[in-house]
Every structure is written in C-alpha cells, then in structure tokens.
T-cell receptor
Framework: DQQVKQNSPSLSVQEGRISILNCDYTNSMFDYFLWYKKYPAEGPTFLISISSIKDKNEDGRFTVFLNKSAKHLSLHIVPSQPGDSAVYFC?????????????FGTGTSLTVIP | KAGVTQTPRYLIKTRGQQVTLSCSPI?????VSWYQQTPGQGLQFLFE???????NKGNFPGRFSGRQFSNSRSEMNVSTLELGDSALYLC???????????FGDGTRLSIL
C-alpha cells in the first residue's frame, strides 16, 4: 500500500521557469515531510523539509508547500536550472513512530531544458 | 565531513546464494536505515537500527536481516537470493528521530 504518491513520473520545464512537483499522501498521522533529489548512480540528497505545524518552508530557490486538509505537498523550484534535472522523491513520517521510518514516493524525473 | 559509505558498489550473485552489504554512517549518526529501490517502486523501507537495536522493520521476508555494531556501522544480509532481489540497496544515516536522512550511493545487487 503506497502511502505516499507522486503521480507524475516525469516533468519537463524550460530553464528560468518554475518547476512544480507534487506529492499526495494518505496517512493523516504523517507530520514531517521531506524532498530529496537523486542523480543517476548517486544516493538521494536531502533538499528541504517541513513539519505539519507549518504550511510553507523556503530555502533559496526551493519552497515546499503543505496542504494538510488535502494531504498534499508540493515543491517549487524558481528559477529552474539545467543542474536541477534529476529525480525528486518526497517522503513522510510521523512522530508517533518509535524511530525513523520514512515512506517514499516513486519519484518524479525533472528535466530542465536549456 | 565524510558521507555515508556503502560497500561494495556493485555485486553479482546467483539464486540461492547469500550476500552481506556494509554501511558506514556519518560520524556521530546513530540511526541507520536500509532501503530497497526497484524501478517503479520508489524506496521501500527495510529496517532501521539505533544504538545496535532494530527499532523499525518494513514488510520484507525474514531472508532480509541486519545488524548494527557499537561504532554504528551496519550490515544487511540477504539469504537464499531470488531473482526479484535484484535492486539498488541504499543505506541512510541520521542523528535521531525525524531528522533528515543522509544517503550513501548504494549497492547495486544483480541476481543471475
């Protein structure tokens, strides 16, 4: 049962434009969310996180938005750069866990066209 | 600061064999998690260790096991390998609960 879903396997965006990557989750207990970026032949790299007490978190060109009522989060990249081309994973967990158990989506492959 | 190190990077085995993968976490990180990544399935959680104790376990058969040593290094073992075990196995470490995990580059396991 996939508790975190990324319904768009791929996305193409022109350089300089905004990239919006979406993620939906089903477990209302989730209260900590993260985005990772993955290049081929490398492990995922942590990008940005948000806890459920917030609805927005920014870090440079990256902003994550959380809509708890819709169980939806999104990652905005502005402006998009060719180096942003990678696979992006969203992940979620909840504090009730006894430890670290993150649930990952299946990823969205972003291509930024120069 | 050295990152998460996984060895070996690539491994080829045949059905029925067993395999041991190794992970050295970032210095100071006591939590180590293991994931399996297959095409179209994303990252599937295997288990998490903290201070040599398994704290969480995903929905994988008992053929998948792990352990953590006193220096936080961790190993994952898969016995009686099946073709479906071919995957990228990723290790991640963190300082504690609900902190970002930092991943190694993975071990690519191929079963012939």
């Amino acid at each position: 049962d996939q508790q975190v879903k990324q319904n768009s396997p791929s996305l193409s965006v022109q350089e300089g434009r905004i990239s919006i990557l979406n993620c939906d989750y089903t477990n209302s207990m989730f209260d900590y969310f993260l985005w990772y970026k993955k290049y081929p032949a490398e492990g995922p790299t942590f990008l940005i996180s948000i806890s459920s007490i917030k609805d927005k978190n920014e870090d440079g060109r990256f902003t994550v938005f959380l809509n708890k009522s819709a169980k939806h989060l999104s990652l905005h990249i502005v402006p998009s750069q060719p180096g942003d081309s990678a696979v992006y994973f969203c992940a979620a967990s909840h504090f009730a866990n006894t430890g670290n158990q993150f649930y990952f989506g299946t990823g969205t492959s972003l291509t930024v066209i120069p | 600061k050295a990152g998460v190190t996984q060895t070996p990077r690539y491994l080829i085995k045949t059905r029925g064999q067993q395999v041991t993968l190794s992970c050295s976490p970032i210095s100071g990180h006591r939590s180590v998690s293991w994931y399996q990544q297959t095409p179209g399935q994303g990252l599937q959680f295997l288990f998490e260790y903290f201070s040599e104790t398994q704290r969480n376990k995903g929905n994988f058969p008992g053929r998948f096991s792990g352990r953590q040593f006193s220096n936080s290094r961790s190993e994952m073992n898969v016995s009686t390998l099946e073709l479906g075990d071919s995957a990228l196995y990723l290790c991640a470490s963190s300082t504690g609960t609900d902190q970002p995990q930092h991943f190694g580059d993975g071990t690519r396991l191929s079963i012939l």
